[in-house]
């Protein structure tokens, strides 16, 4: 019997990850794999490299979105011809062992390219043309691998778009070396198969509770939402985020924040309990090694987050992980904040609810602006406001940065 998976059109407003669902030729589901929305950056990158009006241009802070439709007469756009595969190119469908479930909802995507808030592109795509490839590979790897039975073809796949953020994908839902192919996927870590020993975690005790009036005298700078969360952060921290940091014009860089964590009194001990409440109390800075910068954007690879643990527990084994920052080498605006790549890294590197980031936009004329983010109740990074203890003096020379983990 099939079953095709419904949802509110009109609820889609913002789509974290795709579910892509597997049935044989009667249309009886096989299986279903949740996957990042970033499966969709090679077709995104395949149209900033071939539509004629932006081929050649050099946004500066490129991304893309995909809105679902369902209407069948709606007319594809011309270019790119044909489906994208997994590595952007394009993709020849012929003896390909999926095809589209007759009653599939989601039909056709309207893809947007877009350079900050400027809207450089948008056209209509069928699902095929984004999706076809990746179901096509997920049969033929569940055959190959006696999930799926070899006689059930031709096989079908459907597109639901997701509310749920992806933090891991399974080893088998793309190749290995699809993780190897730099600028292309923008992936979270996998989780493996195969058996491996497991350890019991050592439950960490609770967070003490401290009196935040302790932190008095304060000011208040920044601004967004009211969430769970306050952050501290003493004077000659705030000076080298907004002046005292050497930091590029041109190229995003960034680093880790080290400090105490605090729970706010009365606050439930269990961090996943919707009522606790936390204080973060910013101690230190440390300039991250390894990363890829950019003028559009800064990768932290696996090397950097290896970097910043050894020197932890080495050095400041006394102080948190509280969070990291970055910067943008263009201006702040209250519609355009931290990326998707940036809210992709922090959900999987920094998953503690206290874990914050902070964004510094560099002006043309070298002014900072400093921005504060913490989980809001959806579970992405917001803005919010944030403390600084005492006057801020900018005459001070301040030496604390720690160069280079």
Known sequence: MSRIYLYDMQDIYAIRSFIIVIYDRNGNELNHY????SVAAPF???LFREIPDIRGMSPREPWYELVPGTDLNSIRSPLPAGPTSLYGQPYDPRGVSVMMHPDARVRYFAVRLLDFQTELYKGVYAVDDIFLHGADYLVRNAIRKGLFPNDKGPYQYA????????????ADILPEDAYQVEGVFRLPPKVRDEPRISFRPVPEPPLPEHDPTAFEPVQTYGKGRTCPGQIFIPPHIYHELGQGLKLSQTVEEGGYILGNVYRSPGSPAKEDDPDFRWMVEVTDLIMARGTVGSPAMLLFTGDSWSNISRRRAKDYADRKLVGWFHTHTFPGTDDFGLSGLDQDMHAWYLPRPWQIAIL???ERNRDRTVRCYQRGPEGDLVETSFAVRGMVQGNQTFTSLKNQA
Not at 34 to 37: D, K, M
Not at 159 to 170: K, R
């Open 360 to 362: 510094l936009n560099i």
């Open 159 to 170: 597109i639901v778009p997701s509310h749920e953020a992806v933090h891991s994908v399974s």
């Open 44 to 46: 995104a990158n395949r």
């Open 34 to 37: 949740q996957v990042p929305v």
